[in-house]
């Protein structure tokens, strides 16, 4: 069993930054695959970044080059750096540990809010 729990989340002004957490309670990275999703009221969720079990990244076309997604090891965390925010951005965030071989896990989320 593994237990994700995200934090981080909050309000940031548009054009602010802010940096979600995802912490899992052992060492999975080398055997799962790690996602960011997000849902906005009345749209479906939505996979916004992935970090694979060798470090190779991936990104939707609306966060590349403002969002980052990167690991450590060490603290088995997950983490998403949101740069340039915009309203649209505006989710409940995911973190998600993802296999073609083994369950699946999500944390609970976590409320990203872009507003002025």
């Known amino acids: 069993q593994v237990q994700l729990v995200e934090s981080g989340g909050g309000l940031v002004q548009p054009g602010g930054s802010l940096r979600l957490s995802c912490a899992a309670s052992?060492?999975?990275?080398?055997?799962?695959?790690m996602n960011w999703h997000r849902q906005a009221p009345g749209s479906q969720r939505e996979l916004v970044a992935t970090?694979?079990?060798?470090?190779?990244?991936n990104y939707a076309d609306s966060v590349k080059d403002r969002f980052t997604i990167s690991r450590d090891n060490a603290k088995n965390t997950v983490y998403l750096q949101m740069n340039r925010v915009k309203p649209e951005d505006t989710a409940v965030y995911y973190c998600?540990?993802?296999?073609?071989?083994?369950?699946?896990?999500w944390g609970q989320g976590t409320q990203v809010t872009v507003s002025s």
């Open positions: 970090i694979t079990s060798d470090g190779s990244t």
């Open positions: 998600h540990a993802g296999s073609m071989w083994l369950k699946d896990y």
């Open positions: 052992r060492s999975i990275f080398s055997i799962y695959v």
